[in-house]
């Protein structure tokens, strides 16, 4: 039994992505269709899915923050590969439907996530460090400092 109820109403703040040729007779996603499939996103783990992450530069270091609300440390992995690829990922469990319960709302996401992001030459990624401070996972991978090019004057003569 599915929690989530659908209706015709448009809500700007559905995570469900518009089909609009999800009424018509030859429908959409079957191989004999004729308009390609779109990728459909169950609204129960959209968000999550997607998790949220903002990445920043400082002179320092380059800074990921990725907001993974009821997550317990122990359920996010952040790992390097490739030698340069930062991989955050992690997984937020379904809640347990009981026989008596009544659901009224479901609007908290549920699934698994996994985001990648290319690191620059300069960054130290045998430094990294990460840490978990209210549902805000930070991690931070320093910079290599940048070499000055050593200038050496040359006398001109004659």
Do not use: C, Y
Not at 60 to 69: C, G, L, M, N, Y
Not at 108 to 130: C, D, V, W
Request: hydrophobic content about 35%.
């Amino acid at each position: 039994m599915s929690l989530i109820r659908r209706s015709n109403v448009f809500d700007p703040f559905s995570l469900d992505l518009w089909d609009p040729f999800q009424d018509f007779p030859f429908g959409t996603g079957s191989n004999n269709s004729l308009f390609p499939s779109f990728a459909r996103t169950n609204s129960e783990t959209a968000a999550f899915a997607g998790a949220r992450i903002d990445w920043k530069e400082t002179p320092e270091a380059h800074v990921f923050k990725a907001d993974v609300p009821g997550l317990k440390k122990e359920e996010v992995k952040v790992e390097v590969e490739d030698g340069n690829v930062l991989q955050i990922s992690g997984e937020r469990n379904k809640e347990q439907e009981e026989k008596n319960d009544k659901w009224h709302r479901v609007e908290r996401s549920s699934g698994k996530f996994l985001r990648r992001f290319r690191l620059p030459e300069n960054a130290k990624t045998e430094q990294i460090k990460a840490s978990m401070e209210n549902g805000v996972l930070t991690v931070t991978v320093p910079k290599e400092e940048v070499k000055k090019p050593e200038v050496k004057p040359v006398q001109i003569t004659g």
